[in-house]
């Protein structure tokens, strides 16, 4: 159906019920004029005559009448659905669809989890774990978290976390019989765990001062998920690069040793990001928000 057959049956069921072009009018914010004028038009479409007038009453006519019943229950749906609609503008609700990699998720999302879904508990967060960016508009998502720099230009974007530092880190036993690593390039003399990211192995990067430089590491296991990362690192496997809020605790109770610590300065940390602020859901401003706030002491 056309939106302006829509119109047009939704002004003839208004005259119809009132009785009166003016009462009608006045209701659908229209002019007198127009409205007999839409009503004419329906008629003459129809080859009906839908309403019978004078110059004191309007009525409808016997064809009028029966249009008016058939029409009732599907107009009244229509209302329902529009009012339900609107509502959701007002109150946070309705599903959100939203990817991230799983260290985001642990470090970002999950702390501020509980707090959100007691207070909006009509929206329902549908995350998807990844690693690497994400196209949103292509993957019908609603919004994502990511490191700053993998967003693309033409996203908004949100700071859900402060800055992060990386770790280069090995278990004790790992360096039981091997020497620490004082600058980057000693890692090609080291098993390294490196983390598959969708355009191929992530090559480690470093900073100094002044002085950047980037290693290809090499080692016997290759993976894309920095959780399984830091267990094959507490396994001896290697030396694993990950995020030092992920292994502060391992750190400070011996399980895994910190190399390089001068070589990985502060980066701009996790952003939520989405196409555009038109029309934006109000449950995913409520999420914005809620991201943004600290979380609650666990």
Known sequence: MMKSELNELAAF????????????AAKLGVSQSALSHTIRGLEQRLELRLLARTTKSVAPTAAGAALLQDLSPALEQIAVALDKARSV??????????????????MVMLPRLAAFAEAYPDVVLDVA???????????????GIQLGEYIQ?????????????????GSPGYFSSRSIPREPKDLNDHRC??????GGPYRWEFERGRKSVTIGVNGPLVIDDTHLVIQ?????????????EQVAEDIADGRLVRVLEDWTPPIPGFFMYYPSRHHQPTALSALVTALRAKPAPG
Do not use: C, N, Q, W
């Open 193 to 198: 765990i490196t983390l598959r990211l969708p």
């Open 232 to 244: 094959a690192a507490l396994a001896g496997v290697g030396l694993g690069l990950v995020y030092d």
């Open 13 to 24: 069921a208004m005259v119809a019920r009132e009785r009166s072009f003016t009462r009608a």
């Open 89 to 106: 503008r007002h109150r946070p609700a309705g599903r959100l669809r939203i990817v991230m990699s799983r260290s985001a998720a642990v």
């Open 153 to 169: 230009k033409d996203m908004i974007a949100v700071r859900v976390s402060p800055d992060l530092r990386l770790a280069v880190v």
């Open 129 to 143: 774990t990844v690693t690497g960016p994400v196209d949103l508009v292509a993957g019908e998502f609603d919004a």
